[in-house]
């Protein structure tokens, strides 16, 4: 069972259309990282949350943490075919020392 | 800089052979680490490293054998791996705020580019 859940798990959308990838915890967690990975590549670090109910803008993408530091969302405006990647969600429970990583969600913008 | 570098980028191995993945970083970060990342899947903890020791081993096999010789080198010596071992090889690190404290939970870590593993 994943400790951090990603929805949806494969998005595919038209260049100019909207997304929105969320990742929901029973845990509380301290701070949570986004990050976008391509194939064979490392993970990029997009942002860093951890204050409950923060939203961070990044140009065309918004990332929300919910105000319980159990759930965050990433949200990206008029897509664009760069876009495209695995983007996963990592967390630092409360209690620990571990970054716990949701199961990723892989998006596809075509043009 | 929030760089982390790692060689090489590719790596073919055979089951006899000895090799050995090198992670680089100068940021001054104190806390280092490796993953494990199957196709289509998350990275997976295999080893962490704080102020040069090891302070997390995810039960990983012995024919994978980590090594930090200072504070911004990294190393995995592989042996005598199995196919299954085919994978991304990724390198981390992050800010540690105090020797022989858990990770401060704000710490981000940063990625290196990884390195493909394929043992034939």
């Known amino acids: 069972t994943q400790l951090l859940e990603q929805s949806p798990q494969f998005l595919s959308i038209q260049e100019g259309e909207n997304l929105t990838v969320y990742c929901n915890s029973s845990s509380v967690f301290s701070s949570l990282q986004w990050y976008r990975q391509e194939p064979g590549e490392g993970p990029v670090l997009l942002v860093t949350v951890v204050t409950g109910g923060e939203v961070k803008k990044l140009k065309r993408l918004t990332f929300q943490f919910g105000d319980a530091r159990k759930d965050s969302s990433l949200h990206i405006t008029a897509a664009q075919p760069g876009d495209t990647g695995l983007y996963l969600c990592?967390?630092?429970?409360?209690?620990?020392?571990?970054?716990?990583f949701g199961g990723g969600t892989r998006v596809l913008v075509k043009p | 800089d929030t760089e982390v570098t790692q060689t090489p980028k590719h790596l073919v191995m055979g089951m006899t052979n000895k090799k050995s993945l090198k992670c680089e970083q100068h940021m001054g970060h104190r806390a280092m680490y490796w993953y494990k990342q199957k196709a289509k899947k998350p990275p997976e903890l295999m080893f962490v490293?704080?102020?040069?020791?090891?302070?997390i081993n995810e039960s990983v096999p012995s024919r994978f054998s980590p090594e930090c010789p200072n504070s911004s080198l990294l190393n995995l010596h592989l042996h005598a791996l199995q196919p299954e071992d085919s994978a991304l090889y990724l390198c981390?690190?992050?800010?540690?705020?105090?020797?022989?404290?858990?990770?401060?939970?704000?710490?981000?870590?940063?990625f290196g580019p990884g390195t493909r593993l394929t043992v034939l």
């Open positions: 990592a967390g630092y429970k409360a209690a620990g020392n571990k970054l716990t």
């Open positions: 981390a690190s992050s800010r540690v705020a105090s020797s022989g404290r858990t990770l401060e939970a704000k710490d981000t870590q940063y």
């Open positions: 490293y704080s102020y040069e020791k090891l302070s």
